[in-house]
């Protein structure tokens, strides 16, 4: 393979605006099975049985592109993902911080890394740590809830493994949150999970809801057992169609309010939940930090480990492949009609029921992967979690605005712990 000459990189024009570029350096390849994962199936969009694994000619690729793509002035964001991405060894990242040092020109680069941690030694951890990688850690809650679904192909839990982990970072003091993903099982007992990661001394937590679908003819045809974004139910006014593993709406919106409820009544400005903190900055008019609740998406792709960039994480999929990292412009590739038009698209759908919604500016339809549902008047797009949105926003919206209040004063925010609607769990 050969790579684009310094000059072709160094005459790149920069994105237009900022962009987040996610590295997929293993794929889809993985040491676990977990049940409700959404990319283990990838592997059938890559013949052959070999490793997955960025070659060293793609990764200087990805660095140099992604740093001259980067608008001057932005810092150079890598976040590294799979699959699992520690099955590439930490000689890998070593020589990724090196090329990034090499070919930086002095500029602020920051790195993030998604694990399930069962791979995370003290040598991962000093690496981390030294590097200033933020790290998401994957951890459901309890073990009893966590190794329901996050298991190896033999059936053995990982919940020590994962344990262990988080432990090391902790002592390692790299910077870190917990992702725990919110299903079917899990969804019932908020307080279980939220209470536990709280007792492990997790300061920063992210959930993220379990939603699929099961397979239409044209994905079986290409060997992948989920639907796609595009794939329609074979009755849209049923959930048939969804996988078991899934979280309904009623569930996720009960799952938000009862964690919302306790972190507003004891937790505020010492524990720091991701959901919270984005529908906060969406009342307060601060930038938008997650694509799922923005009014329009793209500025998110991903780039697969052979260099193939597609227009987000959950479309993956050939007529979304965008080029790559190798032979294109990742601006170029960012900024182009073809993902501008895909980007615009979660605004242009918007059904009737969401555009008149109190809650559209906190909202703005969700994840286009979730628009699967049908409004009330039976017009398309509406996302499949609404009901469990609505649910949440009418419970956090009151006590977020006091917060709200609260920071325009120039207050501490904790002091909403003790007065107005909201306050208490249980």
Not at 413 to 424: H, M, V
């Amino acid at each position: 393979m050969t790579l684009p000459s310094i000059d072709r990189m160094a005459g790149i024009v920069p994105s237009t605006t900022g962009f987040h570029a996610m590295a997929k350096p293993s794929g889809p390849a993985c040491n676990l099975d977990c049940s409700y994962c959404f990319y283990l199936e990838k592997e059938a969009l890559f013949p052959g049985k070999q490793m997955r694994r960025m070659s060293n000619e793609v990764l200087e690729a990805h660095v140099r592109n992604t740093i001259a793509s980067t608008p001057r002035g932005q810092p150079v964001m890598f976040t590294w993902q799979g699959g699992e991405p520690t099955l590439l060894g930490l000689d890998f990242y070593r020589r990724a911080v090196a090329l990034q040092a090499l070919h930086g020109e002095g500029r602020r680069i920051d790195n993030g890394f998604q694990t399930n941690g069962t791979l995370i030694d003290d040598e991962w951890a000093a690496f981390l740590a030294e590097n200033q990688f933020l790290v998401g850690l994957s951890l459901d809650g309890p073990r009893e809830i966590h190794d329901r679904f996050r298991r190896y192909r033999s059936g053995a839990p990982t919940f020590d493994l994962v344990l262990a982990a988080l432990e090391r970072l902790q002592r390692h003091g790299v910077e870190y949150n917990v992702l725990a993903c919110v299903d079917g099982n899990s969804a019932a007992h908020p307080l279980q999970v939220y209470r536990f990661l709280k007792a492990q001394g997790v300061k920063h937590i992210q959930f993220t809801p379990v939603v699929e679908r099961l397979a239409g003819e044209r994905e079986k045809a290409i060997g992948l057992d989920l639907a796609g974004p595009d794939g329609t139910m074979e009755n849209e006014n049923s959930d048939a169609a969804l996988a078991p593993f899934s979280v309904s709406p009623a569930a996720w919106g009960s799952y938000l309010s009862a964690v919302f409820r306790e972190w507003a009544g004891r937790d505020v400005g010492e524990i720091f939940v991701m959901n919270f903190e984005w529908t906060l900055a969406a009342m307060v008019g601060a930038p938008g930090v997650v694509c799922v609740h923005q009014p329009t998406c793209g500025r998110a792709v991903i780039a697969e480990h052979d260099g193939t960039v597609y227009s987000c994480d959950h479309f993956v999929y050939p007529e979304y492949r965008l080029g790559n990292i190798v032979t294109d412009s990742l601006a170029a590739m960012v900024d182009s009609t073809q993902q501008q038009a895909f980007g615009r698209a979660k605004h242009e759908t918007l059904p009737t029921q969401c555009r008149k919604c109190p809650f559209l500016e906190l909202c703005w339809g969700g994840c286009p992967k979730h628009r699967f549902a049908r409004t009330r008047e039976g017009e398309p797009g509406l996302n499949y979690l609404c009901e469990g949105y609505v649910d949440y926003f009418a419970t956090a919206v009151p006590k977020l605005a006091q917060i709200a209040r609260l920071l325009e004063a120039g207050r501490d925010p904790a002091e909403s712990k003790s007065a107005g609607p909201g306050a208490g769990g249980g």
